[in-house]
């Protein structure tokens, strides 16, 4: 009964529409917020995922992801819908990235379906895939926006799956093939890449709680599909290294800072562990600081997983590292609670405003982070690649009046500058998402887009946040 509650707690993981806004109260009222404030070569860019926009999901070639296999079965999926269809950016790429440009973003952060390349995650390639995403990226450049590329956005080939996935460790030459043929395939256009999209939740949600495909519980998935993530994480960086002429390599990590429910010493020490569990054990390993067994001594178990030379392979110079961030925790000490000790306090219970995904709003906590990152040494740049807000949006006589959404945008980016403005190297901010999309386990309920996307109609219709960033970008 304790271990489910542990698990539980752990994963529960006018006034705006002036396009020119005030900046937070840490900064001075006669100052505006505005693009220009964060630098010339500051980049600024859309980020989604495949699974979550692209449909199509058995056309021209492609297999079943881990995502088609795991949606159809009843009780995955909160709303029983699949990513089957989702919001067809398959078919609609051109109309989609016509909207980018419209905005203003110059930037575009998507992921390839490792499915649509290698059907049987390894061996035979598809070319109706290769093809499609180099059309992908020759619309990108055509219309005068970057594209920056996502390897691995949680869409494991259901093929590789059937044999153990992320914990099996065969897993090392079947990412370093496929990275092989996307570096090669696109590295000729495309210089910016992210290895990983949080390799925590895609570990913990789908191999030690089953909240997310492939749907796995327990430590004995957990802790092979950790060091496996980890491995390939620098694996595929050294390719890339290899194979792309001028290349920007990085990966991402979901970060929350976390705080201690009161000044208690021993709620501190609860923050250290859940702190070395949510923001350390990707990262350090990169740098080549080895996980952080130390502060969370349930991490040992990793090492039964390492074998002679691993240590030395985890390390990988990243150009720049990748940081998203939504919300933050709040933690307190009970000795009751296997592992971590401690329990988040419930979002519901802070005195802040929560989004639709109950996530608490608290714009601070991303500067917090900047500033906990920059701080190891090995961290060169940091690019914010996903940050964003689910509400409750509303078409209203064709429009989509998010005012919320203007106002977390605006409250999240001064923190960002204010965390520039202090020295963090941030050199980048990508807005989560382009588009209204399928958010996962949740379903199509949660809405994070920019643009509005009737899934019945596939229409879009641009919200005001989106409106609010094309004059802020201009």
Known sequence: ???????????????????????????????????????????????????????????????????????????????NETPEKACDFYHLYKQDIALIKKLGFNNFRFSISWSRIFPDGFGYMNKSGIDYYNKVIDTCLESGITPW???????????????????NREILLWFSEYVNICANKFGDRVKNWMVLNEPLAFTSLGYLFGMHAPGMKGFKHFFPAVHHAALCQSLAGKILRDNVINANIGTTFSCAPIYANNE?????????RYDAFVNRLFIEPALGLGYPINDLPLLKHVEKYLKNGDENKLAFDFDFIGIQNYTRYVVKENVLIPYLHGLRVPPKKLSNEITDMKWEIYPDGLYK??????????????????????????????????????????????????????????????VWSLLDNFEWAEGYKPRFGLVYVDFKTQNRILKDSANWFADFLK
């Open 149 to 167: 590329i996502t390897l691995y956005h949680w869409d494991l080939p259901q093929a590789l799956q059937n044999k153990g996935g992320w914990t």
């Open 369 to 430: 982070i900047l500033k906990q990152f920059s701080e190891y040494k090995g961290v060169k740049k940091i690019i914010i690649t996903e940050n964003g807000a689910a509400f409750n949006d509303v078409v209203d006589k064709g429009y989509i009046h998010d005012n919320l959404r203007i106002k977390y945008f605006n409250d999240y980016l001064a923190q960002v500058l204010k965390a520039k403005n202090e020295g963090v190297n941030v050199a980048g901010y990508f």
């Open 264 to 272: 208690n010493h021993k709620h501190h020490e609860a923050v250290k």
């Open 1 to 79: 009964m304790q271990r489910r509650y542990w698990i539980k707690q752990l994963s529960s993981a006018a006034l705006f529409c002036n396009p020119i806004i005030k900046f937070a109260s840490s900064f001075s009222n006669d100052i505006t917020l505005n693009k220009n404030l964060f630098g010339e070569g500051f980049v600024w860019g859309v980020s989604t995922a495949a699974v979550q926009i692209e449909g199509a999901a058995s056309e021209e070639g492609k297999s079943k992801s881990i995502w088609d296999e795991f949606s159809v079965h009843k009780g995955n999926i909160k709303t």
